[in-house]
């Protein structure tokens, strides 16, 4: 898929802040604190979520996504440490003297993801005045969670693009080509150009307090969130929480892996476990959607546009599989309506694996 010069620019930064934010590897083979390295040590991320998995003729709406994430170790073990890149010091110092003391773990994250947007009828060129329009999101998201005890709060900043510069449609034909699938005949009148912004706030709370107890055998837990977020790509107040039963259940703060510090992504204490562990997990969320640019279309320019609404929920069930540096999590997500006139809820399956280096 050929490249037009403005993605080629874009890939060339992302790919330098890339090179620059997670020198993971080698920071795992450096001799920065070879002791909390071993009980922290930096992740990568790669999830797909699709449509497809939530059944027959559910290919619509967010039809397909692809995100790969790039987890560091606790910086506050390395806060002067030259393996640590200079922005991740920069800006951990930074945040630590806003509230020097309270939080005795700290991480951070940069994620890069596209996300394709779709109505119903892959067959009509026209617009189809009742359905979402069609959108292309391309966005990188930095990150930083704080943590005390049980509880935990994150700040995302995501920017990025949607419309043609996002290559959704080139993405989808791509994937629908390789399947011999049906290619959707509407994407001249996907979403205009538009740089996106959204600043994300989430706290969290996890019950039991001490995960020691859930760390060698059977045990449940329950993780609170609640937050939101600010941006022309995304402003919304929203809270819910999960539920999580099996064998050594890790210390963290959920599996979910829509949530912003959800699956292999916050801080933990006590390393990986040994041997085998695995759970499965139940969750829920329920949003006031003030802005939503993939139904509520572009900020400066006419575009197809949707009656949203306002409130939004979902939820979902997913098994999660933990060996060694490997975690799998297999998830379906079931959703309300979005907009008026909307035929069929939103259904759609992720899939995430996840690697300690």
């Not at 806060?79 to 010091?89: E, F, V």
């Not at 996907?190 to 969290?204: C, D, G």
């Amino acid at each position: 898929m050929p490249l037009s010069l403005p993605l080629r620019r874009r890939v060339v930064v992302l790919a330098g802040l890339l090179a620059g934010v997670p020198s993971l590897p080698a920071l795992a083979a450096s001799q920065c604190g070879p002791d909390s390295m071993r009980e922290h040590p930096p992740q990568v991320n790669f999830r797909v979520d699709n449509d497809l998995f939530g059944g027959a003729d559910q290919d619509q709406g967010y039809t397909n996504g692809a995100q790969i994430t790039l987890v560091s170790p606790n910086v506050m073990d390395y806060t002067d440490d030259p393996c640590l890149p200079r922005l991740a010091r920069w800006v951990n110092n930074r945040l630590e003297a806003l509230r020097p003391g309270e939080f005795e773990q700290q991480n951070m994250i940069f994620s890069l993801a596209q996300g394709i947007f779709t109505p119903k009828d892959f067959t009509r060129r026209d617009v189809i005045e009742d359905d979402r329009p069609y959108a292309g999101v391309l966005v990188a998201t930095f990150g930083y969670n704080a943590r005390r005890n049980s509880r935990l709060q994150t700040t995302q900043l995501t920017l990025g693009v949607v419309g043609p510069w996002a290559q959704g449609k080139q993405v989808q034909n791509a994937v629908h080509s390789l399947l011999d699938d049906e290619k959707f005949q509407g994407w001249d009148n996907q979403l205009h150009n538009e740089p996106v912004f959204a600043l994300t706030h989430e706290r969290m709370r996890r019950w039991p307090a001490d995960a020691a107890a859930n760390a060698a055998g059977w045990g449940w837990d329950a993780i609170s969130h609640y937050g939101g977020a600010i941006g022309n790509l995304s402003t919304h107040a929203n809270g819910g929480g999960e539920v999580r039963f099996g064998w050594k259940l890790p210390d963290d703060f959920g599996s979910t892996p829509l949530r912003p510090a959800g699956e292999n992504t916050a801080p933990t204490r006590g390393g990986r476990a040994l041997g085998w562990s695995w759970h499965v997990f139940a969750t829920a969320d329920a949003s006031w959607v003030i802005r939503d640019i993939t139904l509520d279309g572009n900020t400066f320019r006419n575009s197809h546009s949707v009656n949203k609404r306002a409130l939004v929920a979902y939820g979902g069930y997913g098994i999660a599989v933990m060996k060694g540096r490997w975690k799998f999590a297999v998830a379906r997500y079931h959703s309300t309506r979005e907009f008026d006139g909307q035929e069929q809820s939103p259904i759609f399956g992720s899939f995430t694996v996840s690697r300690s280096l």
